[in-house]
Structures are given as structure tokens and as C-alpha cells.
């Protein structure tokens, strides 16, 4: 846990760690950039995983992640798809805040599944950047959310 950086070793032994503004900042920016790199691998005509059947019936966040895990599964490199499933999950807090902070969550999903399931890469692509930048911007407010959550608003 202290490696992956879900806990933090204090004085009197480990805490959970807490998802700052920065920190959210920071995952999301690795969020796109190895989903970029999948969707590259994913682009090859000899990479291309059969697409895996979501769910359309689970609440956003897990739609999201379980989206985001057959995005990063959708190519051969087994290492890419570990990383990015790894910063995927580690994004699943703040993700069940999004559709507070953001109005447009659930038809941002409906966008990439759409783009995935058509293998549109140009558009899907797109779509994952303007997705993980609108989280970047928006950080603070999904930290402040997570922060009341946990008590320490």
C-alpha cells in the first residue's frame, strides 16, 4: 500500500493518504497519457482486443473505470494495461464525484464508450483529452468533495 502510495507512514504508523488538488492533477494527467499510449498500441490493426461487453446498467463510476480498464486492455502490452488499470482504480473516489462537479459526465461516457465500441481512434482520443483535462482544471473541487467525505472539510 505505502508503495502504490495509498498510504503514508507517520509517527504513530500509516494513514490513508488523501487525494489533494495536486496530487488528482497528477493521476488524471497519467490517466490520459498511458491511455493515449493505448489507444496507440489499441490503433494497430494487429493490437486490437475484441471489445469486452460493458455493462449498461452500473452507476457511472464503475462504468467509467470498467470503460477505461477495456480501453487499456484493448492492445497487447500487458505492462501499459497493468499501469493504466492501476491509475484508473486509484482515480474510483473522485470519480464518484464527478457528475456533481461536472453536468456532462455521464455524456462524456456515453461519448468515449461510443468512440471505443467504433474504434474511432482520432475521436476517441480527443475525447480522452478533453475528459482528462476538464478534470484536471476542476481537481479542487473534486479534492474538497473527497476531503468532506473523509471528515477533514
Excluded: K
Excluded at 70 to 99: D, F, K, M, S
Amino acid at each position: 500500500l505505502d508503495a502504490e502510495r495509498l498510504v503514508r507512514r507517520e509517527l504513530h504508523g500509516y494513514v490513508i493518504a488523501r487525494l489533494s488538488p495536486a496530487r488528482l492533477e497528477h493521476l488524471y494527467q497519467l490517466s490520459g497519457a498511458l491511455l493515449d499510449l493505448s489507444i496507440d498500441c489499441a490503433s494497430r490493426p494487429d493490437c486490437i482486443a475484441p471489445p469486452q461487453g460493458m455493462s449498461r446498467t452500473a452507476a457511472y463510476p464503475d462504468a467509467m473505470t470498467e470503460l477505461l480498464h477495456e480501453i487499456a486492455a484493448g492492445q497487447a502490452n500487458h505492462e501499459l494495461t497493468a499501469y493504466a488499470v492501476g491509475v484508473t482504480n486509484r482515480l474510483l473516489p473522485a470519480r464518484r464525484y464527478e457528475p456533481l462537479v461536472f453536468t456532462e459526465a455521464t455524456q462524456d461516457l456515453e461519448t468515449i464508450r461510443s468512440l471505443w465500441n467504433r474504434r474511432t481512434f482520432d475521436g476517441l482520443r480527443v475525447s480522452l483529452r478533453a475528459y482528462h483535462d476538464s478534470r484536471i482544471e476542476r481537481a479542487d473541487s473534486l479534492a474538497r468533495l473527497l476531503a468532506a467525505e473523509a471528515g477533514d472539510a
